[in-house]
């Protein structure tokens, strides 16, 4: 037998339900965003891009992938410059590495053309949920944005980036910014989650168009990232 469809309006008008009774259990039910004209949307060739207001973003594309690299034997640094700072107002970044010694911590510094940002500015901190552990520092030369992490198989860092550079489109001290959490190995059985945050202080015409990571001893011995901007 056909299943009919019948329309539930949803109470309070928030959005719509599709639902396809039968005599089995596995009725499918569909549930529709309300969109910002009340129009109820039928099949596919009614669905307007312009009523979806407030339900997706309006322009999918405006995630864009810039580059990505790997490395597989000992970097002192990971640098990336001459980020377009005027077409993408952010950017996300998908990180690993191990280190190459026991007991090192990963940082970050701003670059304006391809030149390290080391004025004593920088204010940063990051959380350990493990025992709710705070690390912070205000006008230090660098951030950092883990812990003592371990060198082994399987350790080191796993993190996601937002990386969020001033330009002279932000207004005051909008800008040169960065958050990040993810998880780092102290050692194989120690894993520990973190999120963090930094903020250069350094005055509000800095205008950077890059980045490094680095290691505060040693090297990053293998690793890779993905780099997407967001577009203005």
Not at 9 to 17: E, H, N, T, V
Not at 66 to 90: E, F, G, Q
Not at 199 to 222: A, Q, S
Request: with cysteine; proline share 3%.
């Amino acid at each position: 037998m056909t299943a009919k469809i019948k329309l539930n309006a949803a109470s309070g008008g928030g959005s719509f339900s599709l639902q396809a009774p039968s005599s089995s259990a596995n009725n499918r039910v569909i549930t529709l965003p309300d969109l910002a004209d009340g129009t109820l949307v039928t099949s596919q060739s009614t669905l307007d891009s312009t009523k979806l207001a407030g339900v997706i973003p309006a322009n999918q594309s405006s995630l864009v992938k810039i580059t990505d690299a790997s490395w597989t034997s000992a970097v002192s640094t990971v640098s990336v410059d001459n980020l377009d700072t005027t077409t993408y107002k952010y950017f996300k970044m998908i990180w690993n590495h191990k280190p190459s010694e026991q007991g090192r911590r990963l940082s970050f510094r701003w670059r304006q053309n391809s030149t390290d940002q080391t004025t004593a500015a920088y204010d940063w901190n990051f959380e350990r949920y493990y025992e709710g552990t705070n690390f912070i520092a205000e006008n230090a030369d660098k951030v950092e944005v883990t812990g003592d992490m371990g060198h082994d198989l399987n350790e080191g860092c796993q993190l996601f980036f937002e990386i969020y550079p001033k330009s002279s489109v932000e207004n005051g001290y909008h800008g040169n910014a960065v958050f990040w959490h993810g998880v780092y190995h102290e050692n194989a059985t120690y894993i520990r989650g973190i999120s963090g945050s930094a903020f250069y202080d350094g005055g509000t015409t800095y205008y950077p168009n890059g980045f490094k990571l680095y290691m505060n001893v040693g090297n990053l011995e293998l690793g890779n990232y993905v780099l997407y901007g967001i577009k203005r």
